[in-house]
């Protein structure tokens, strides 16, 4: 028999068993899918500017009916705000599954509400307030060039709350601490989802209020109430945002762990008033939680304040 010749035994041994080429197929697959599934936070955080950036395109257009189940352009973009802080509560849960949990993240998820809970509620007051003391038959957003005064001041108030947002947001990834959950059960100042979500909650009332329950014939004074309400509820808003004020984290505080049958009635009655009043039980519900800071403040400093009686 003839022997093998050196250069074929050289090839032999450079050439893996198959065993290991298989290995290293799967390995390799192995390291494509987890690459893949923890660019799923970033994806569900750029889903949640891309909610921003939608809003933003439906308050450009004047308030008509759209489309999309024939809601209207402010309707639209209240519910694109909504649709983005579903995105931002589950990216940070799936950063957490998936362990991929990093400083790129908090960033790009910070910017991504600045957009989303900070520029688009904010035009969206702009273009309400603009639809009722705009000239006639105007289409577009006023700004400080307008000649009402009070006009200039929503705008201020507007700008006011989109840097109060940009502030908030910076000061939580400086100051943020700890991953532990335990850390995280309050936040120092009103949340800009909080706040997003409480002028865009208060805007679709008055929207499904004005086209549904008064069928587009309200008085004037419901008009001109809300074009002055809701510049304040923002303003409150924005100042919320900066303040020290403590708010309840909901997620970590009350939805986690075991809870008794007690908190599962709370939670159920809520749900049960949204399915019938959706839009007044929304409404209610950020109002609420926008009040939760300087209501527990007042409680808490209540008792400290009392005058001591003598013994």
Known sequence: MNEPSPIDTERASATPPRSTRRLRLRRQRSKERASAVRALPTLLTLGNLMCGFAAIHYVAKPIEPTTIFGWNTLTVAGTLIFLGMFFDGIDGFAARLTRSASSFGAQLDSLADVVTFGVAPAFMMLRLVSHYYGPSNYTGILGPDADSIYVKLVWIIAAFYVCCTALRLARFNVEIGS??????????????????GTVASLIILHQHMLF?????????????????????????????????????????????????????????????FAVVWFHPTMAAVFTIYALSGPIGAFARRGPDAAPTLPA
């Open 179 to 196: 991953p532990k959950e335990e850390d995280h059960r309050w936040f120092a100042g009103l949340p800009s989802p909080g706040a997003g």
């Open 212 to 272: 549904i329950d008064y069928k587009e014939a309200a008085p004037d004074s419901f008009e001109r109430a809300s074009s002055l309400v809701i510049p304040l509820v923002t303003l409150a808003c924005g100042i919320g945002m900066v303040s020290r004020l403590r708010y309840a984290h909901l997620v970590n505080r009350y939805l986690k762990g075991r809870k008794d049958f007690a908190f599962a009635v709370r939670l159920v009655l809520p749900l049960a």
